[in-house]
Nanobody, 117 residues
């Protein structure tokens, strides 16, 4: 499966932004989808993941209550709604797909999110 994240941009602290990830392939609905991010000079970190049906989600503590992951299997797409953005959310955001809940097998190109204070 090939993945492409988009929708990033420059926003102010407190703003909202929605990222999208488009996936190719006919088996999108069989994958757990995840979002990750990497800030300059830091290692990539987990943001959240969503189950194949969309019925189960899990988030990093740093974004819990502010970010929401959803998916549309009919459109081969997964979304990351980011509210109450903070400068520390500034990073390149990546979407990923995995055959199991914990293992991501495919990674897409990232999209830059910059939050100004």
């Amino acid at each position: 499966v090939q993945l492409q994240a988009f929708g990033g941009g420059l926003v102010q602290a407190g703003d909202s932004l929605r990222l999208s990830c488009a996936a190719s392939g006919r088996t999108f609905s069989s994958y757990v989808m995840g979002w990750f991010r990497q800030a300059p000079g830091k290692e990539r970190e987990f943001v959240g993941r969503i189950s194949q049906s969309g019925g189960r989600t899990y988030y990093a503590d740093s974004v819990k209550g502010r970010f929401t992951i959803s998916r549309d299997n009919a459109k081969n797409a997964v979304y990351l709604q980011m509210n109450s953005l903070k400068p520390e959310d500034t990073a390149v955001y990546y979407c990923a797909a995995g055959s199991t809940w914990y293992a991501m097998d495919y990674w897409g190109e990232g999209t830059q999110v910059t939050v100004s204070s």
